[in-house]
């Protein structure tokens, strides 16, 4: 027997590769179902200036609404090109430079150790 109207819609929670369950979100610039455990949370939080600004919330431990993105330049870049995080955070116009910020620390390697190219 279903129960309510999205009967068919997906379960909230996926399979874990060791065996257990989790919850699912969407990514907001790809808009691609996946672990919440592999996404990246951005919340509304205020900047140093005392304004609202999209920050990320990688403990996913603060208050308030929060949207999910994978954590890679391109899901930020479509989020981005469609206005996703006003849309998600239902809020308009808050600047997202914060979570690029957050993106390059996650993509850059430390430099190797033991001697120069030169």
Not at 50 to 61: F, K, L, N, Y
């Amino acid at each position: 027997m279903a129960r309510g109207r999205h009967a068919d819609a997906e379960p909230d929670d996926v399979p874990d590769p060791l065996g257990g369950t989790g919850p699912v979100r969407t990514c907001i610039g790809c808009r691609r179902r996946a672990a919440k455990s592999e996404l990246l949370r951005v919340t509304v939080r205020l900047g140093a200036d005392g304004r609202e600004v999209v920050a990320p919330d990688p403990s996913a431990t603060a208050p308030g609404r929060g949207a999910h993105l994978h954590p890679v330049r391109e899901c930020y870049d479509l989020a981005v090109r469609r206005k996703a995080f006003s849309r998600a955070l239902r809020r308009g116009g808050l600047p997202v430079d914060a979570v690029a910020e957050h993106l390059d620390t996650l993509t850059t390697t430390p430099s190797r150790s033991g001697g120069s190219t030169t």
